[in-house]
């Protein structure tokens, strides 16, 4: 008897419509339930992991507890959630090929030849039942990436298909995410695209159970007794997901308005069980709130044509000021632009009342960023530093105390006289295959006296990291006889996690990626005083 049961999501039409927002969405309605969710994100590209892309293409790299560099899908997932998940949670076809290959290389299938159907497939089955296993969930959750009809995402519906048929219809159902566009000169809803969409299904032997109908208009009776007729599921299964102000609506309107609990349960043979959504229902209405007062805040980045590069940093900064009651105006500073002195740009972070420093590779802008460190120093502006945040800040201390702009990170500058930001010598030598980088969740000691320790309210704390260089402990002396503070350190003493600044109203800058651990439900500590902070200026 299977304890999970699996619902798979496929999106249709085209892309970009919020696949994951609506995954995650089902998963907080049935997490509010008192079911234990999971959830894992099928991606149909090549490479192992998006580690490597760049956040142009793909946006950010979330990062999880255990380490694994994965999809930023998986932060809407654990935002929705707030479940930890893990390197279960994505696949991608570079590493289904990987594995298979490695096997066919060391003999697993001598005699025999390897096939997308069965090997490749097999593969993708036996992902997801070791994703059910070890999470010990009672709904998986499984996102299948790109729209159906893509030539990549095949493998994954035929893999979808097999499985409904191992485990049986009882314990597996399919939602079928589409777009209904509006024809301006008609003024009509158009609903041929999901028919299509869903008939390229059926071509792969899936039948949809529920239909998610995204649409920027109202969606009328008949165009959803069409879809139902069409796609021979059930009236109430075709469910509207208009575009709303903020993403945390959707678990509201899927489920007080459409009580898609009540069609899964119904669906899977089990009891019903209420939804409490009145947590989000709170926070929905503290959003759409239009009494609260707008916080500039500036974040100084380089893929600023790109909001999807530094999601999870936006989404805590939005969750801290709504724990402030307050209501986020974010300013992009292109780090770029501070370099090459731009008065316009400048002008823009001054108007600022704090100021983010998120994490970043590659030497572009960086010296954008320091300048920007350099005047939240200078004028007593709040500063948040994330990651390279540290770097820049911590560079930009020493360059004022040692009196000299001879200091830098050996990312940027391997002949600097001085490296305050260096590579841990031996710390990853041990790593094989390049990976080089320090990643997931490690522990972090605070000082009682410090800012950060007055955030977090506790002495031991777990942050996650994606980061190669560390803090140089040589110049740990110096720079803390000038009012540098090391506020957290790992419990070996050896890695710098916190830096502030004394006689400063806020200046906090941490090694780790704190944004990867905020909820918008639950603020993190670090963002929330961070904007406590701006708002006293
Ligand atoms: N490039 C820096 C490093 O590798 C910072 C990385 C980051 O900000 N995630 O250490």
Same mark, same amino acid.
């Given at each position: 008897m299977?304890?999970?049961?699996?619902?798979?999501?496929?999106?249709?039409?085209?892309?970009?419509l919020?696949?994951?927002?609506?995954s995650a969405?089902i998963?907080?309605?049935l997490?509010?339930?008192?079911?234990?969710?999971?959830?894992?994100?099928?991606?149909?590209?090549?490479?192992?992991d998006?580690?490597?892309?760049?956040p142009?293409?793909?946006?950010?790299?979330?990062?999880?507890d255990?380490?694994?560099?994965?999809d930023?899908?998986?932060?809407?997932?654990e935002?929705?959630?707030?479940?930890?998940l893990s390197?279960?949670s994505?696949?991608?076809?570079?590493?289904?090929y990987?594995?298979?290959?490695?096997?066919?290389?060391?003999?697993?299938?001598?005699g025999?030849?390897?096939?997308?159907?069965?090997?490749i497939?097999?593969?993708?089955k036996?992902h997801?039942? #070791?994703?059910?296993?070890?999470?010990?969930?009672?709904?998986?959750?499984?996102?299948?990436?790109?729209?159906?009809?893509?030539?990549e995402g095949e493998?994954y519906?035929?893999?979808?298909?097999?499985?409904h048929?191992?485990?049986?219809?009882?314990n597996?159902?399919?939602?079928?995410?589409?777009?209904?566009?509006f024809l301006m000169?008609s003024?009509e809803? #158009?609903?041929?695209?999901?028919q299509a969409?869903?008939?390229?299904?059926?071509?792969?032997g899936?039948?949809?159970?529920?239909?998610l109908?995204?649409?920027?208009?109202?969606?009328?009776?008949?165009?959803?007794?069409?879809?139902?007729?069409?796609?021979?599921?059930?009236?109430?299964?075709?469910?509207?997901?208009?575009?709303?102000?903020?993403?945390?609506?959707?678990p509201?309107?899927?489920?007080?308005?459409n009580?898609?609990s009540e069609?899964?349960?119904?669906r899977?043979k089990?009891?019903?069980r209420?939804?409490k959504l009145?947590?989000?229902?709170k926070?929905v209405?503290?959003?759409k709130?239009?009494?609260?007062?707008k916080i500039e805040?500036?974040l100084?980045?380089?893929?600023n044509?790109?909001?999807?590069?530094?999601l999870?940093?936006?989404e805590a900064?939005?969750?801290?000021?709504?724990?402030?009651n307050?209501?986020?105006?974010?300013?992009?500073?292109?780090?770029?632009?501070?370099?090459?002195?731009d008065?316009?740009?400048?002008?823009?972070?001054?108007?600022?009342?704090?100021?983010?420093?998120?994490?970043?590779f590659?030497?572009?802008?960086?010296?954008?960023?320091?300048?920007?460190?350099?005047?939240?120093?200078?004028?007593?502006?709040?500063?948040l530093?994330?990651?390279?945040?540290m770097?820049v800040?911590?560079i930009?201390?020493?360059?004022?105390?040692?009196?000299?702009?001879?200091?830098?990170?050996t990312?940027?500058n391997?002949?600097?006289?001085?490296p305050?930001?260096?590579?841990?010598?031996?710390?990853?030598?041990?790593?094989? #295959?390049?990976?080089?980088?320090?990643?997931?969740?490690y522990?972090?000691?605070?000082?009682?006296?410090?800012l950060?320790?007055?955030?977090?309210?506790?002495t031991?704390?777990?942050?996650?990291?994606?980061?190669?260089?560390?803090?140089?402990?040589?110049y740990?002396?110096v720079?803390?006889?000038?009012?540098?503070?090391?506020?957290?350190?790992?419990?070996?003493?050896r890695l710098v996690?916190?830096?502030?600044l004394?006689?400063?109203?806020?200046?906090?800058?941490s090694?780790?990626?704190?944004?990867?651990k905020?909820?918008p439900?639950?603020?993190?500590?670090?963002?929330?005083?961070?904007?406590?902070?701006?708002?006293?200026?």
């Amino acid at each position: 008897m299977e304890k999970t049961k699996y619902i798979f999501i496929t999106g249709g039409v085209c892309s970009g419509l919020g696949k994951g927002i609506a995954s995650a969405s089902i998963g907080a309605i049935l997490g509010s339930c008192g079911y234990k969710i999971f959830t894992l994100k099928l991606d149909p590209y090549l490479n192992i992991d998006p580690g490597t892309m760049s956040p142009y293409q793909h946006g950010e790299v979330y990062v999880t507890d255990d380490g694994a560099e994965t999809d930023l899908d998986l932060g809407h997932y654990e935002r929705f959630i707030d479940t930890n998940l893990s390197k279960l949670s994505n696949l991608t076809t570079g590493r289904v090929y990987a594995k298979v290959l490695k096997g066919e290389r060391s003999g697993d299938y001598l005699g025999k030849t390897i096939q997308i159907i069965p090997h490749i497939t097999n593969e993708i089955k036996a992902h997801i039942r #070791k994703a059910a296993e070890e999470s010990k969930a009672d709904f998986l959750l499984i996102e299948i990436g790109g729209t159906v009809g893509d030539i990549e995402g095949e493998p994954y519906l035929e893999a979808a298909r097999q499985f409904h048929r191992e485990v049986g219809t009882d314990n597996v159902l399919f939602v079928h995410l589409t777009l209904l566009p509006f024809l301006m000169a008609s003024g009509e809803l #158009k609903t041929k695209p999901t028919q299509a969409s869903v008939r390229e299904l059926y071509r792969r032997g899936i039948q949809p159970d529920i239909i998610l109908a995204r649409s920027d208009k109202q969606i009328d009776k008949e165009s959803i007794q069409k879809i139902a007729l069409f796609a021979d599921v059930e009236e109430k299964a075709v469910i509207p997901a208009p575009t709303v102000s903020t993403i945390y609506e959707v678990p509201i309107n899927f489920e007080k308005k459409n009580h898609i609990s009540e069609i899964i349960f119904e669906r899977f043979k089990m009891p019903v069980r209420k939804a409490k959504l009145e947590e989000w229902e709170k926070l929905v209405s503290r959003i759409k709130a239009n009494h609260r007062q707008k916080i500039e805040i500036a974040l100084v980045g380089k893929y600023n044509q790109n909001l999807d590069a530094y999601l999870s940093v936006v989404e805590a900064l939005k969750s801290a000021c709504y724990a402030n009651n307050l209501s986020l105006n974010l300013v992009w500073i292109n780090a770029a632009y501070l370099e090459k002195d731009d008065k316009q740009e400048w002008e823009k972070l001054k108007q600022c009342k704090g100021i983010v420093v998120p994490g970043g590779f590659g030497s572009r802008g960086v010296e954008g960023k320091i300048m920007a460190a350099k005047y939240a120093r200078e004028y007593k502006m709040p500063y948040l530093g994330l990651c390279l945040g540290m770097q820049v800040a911590t560079i930009e201390f020493a360059r004022h105390v040692l009196n000299t702009q001879d200091v830098n990170s050996t990312e940027f500058n391997t002949k600097t006289k001085n490296p305050v930001i260096h590579i841990l010598p031996g710390h990853h030598e041990a790593e094989s #295959k390049g990976g080089t980088l320090r990643l997931g969740s490690y522990p972090c000691v605070l000082d009682k006296d410090s800012l950060s320790f007055k955030a977090y309210g506790q002495t031991k704390i777990d942050e996650r990291h994606r980061h190669r260089y560390e803090f140089n402990m040589d110049y740990k002396d110096v720079l803390e006889k000038a009012g540098f503070k090391i506020a957290g350190l790992s419990p070996d003493k050896r890695l710098v996690e916190i830096i502030e600044l004394k006689s400063h109203p806020f200046f906090v800058a941490s090694q780790f990626h704190p944004e990867f651990k905020s909820r918008p439900l639950r603020a993190h500590p670090l963002f929330r005083d961070f904007i406590k902070a701006s708002n006293k200026v």
